[in-house]
């Protein structure tokens, strides 16, 4: 089992930067891609970006070169440098982490923080 805490989210003016980290612990030695979905109001969980233990990142169009992953493998920590925050960024952050076990994959999520971009 891993667990996952998320932390850094709050309320930023456009244009702003925030940083979300996530820590993962419990079972951490499979842990293989991590990444950050969000949810806004209405509208269906997407992903955002993801890493994998190798360091490879991937982004969807909307965040490329405003957000950055990067992870910490010492410290089971994941994190989301967001930069020119925009009001349709607004939404629940999760972290979310892949453990690959005897061929299966297993599935974890964070309770998710609160991103808020006022205008």
């Known amino acids: 089992q891993v667990h996952l805490v998320e932390s850094g989210g709050g309320l930023v003016q456009v244009g702003g930067s925030l940083r979300l980290s996530c820590a993962a612990s419990g079972n951490t030695l499979k842990i293989s891609d991590m990444g950050w979905y969000r949810q806004a109001p209405g509208n269906q969980r997407e992903l955002v970006a993801v890493i994998t233990d190798g360091g490879f990142t991937d982004y969807v169009d909307f965040v ?9 493998n010492a410290k089971n920590t994941v994190f989301l440098q967001m930069n020119s925050l925009k009001p349709e960024d607004t939404a ?3 972290c979310n982490a892949k453990s690959r076990i005897l061929g299966s994959i297993y599935e974890y999520w964070g309770q998710g923080t609160q991103v808020t971009v006022s205008s």
């Open 92 to 94: 629940v952050y999760y």
């Open 64 to 72: 490329k070169g405003r957000f950055t992953i990067s992870r910490d």
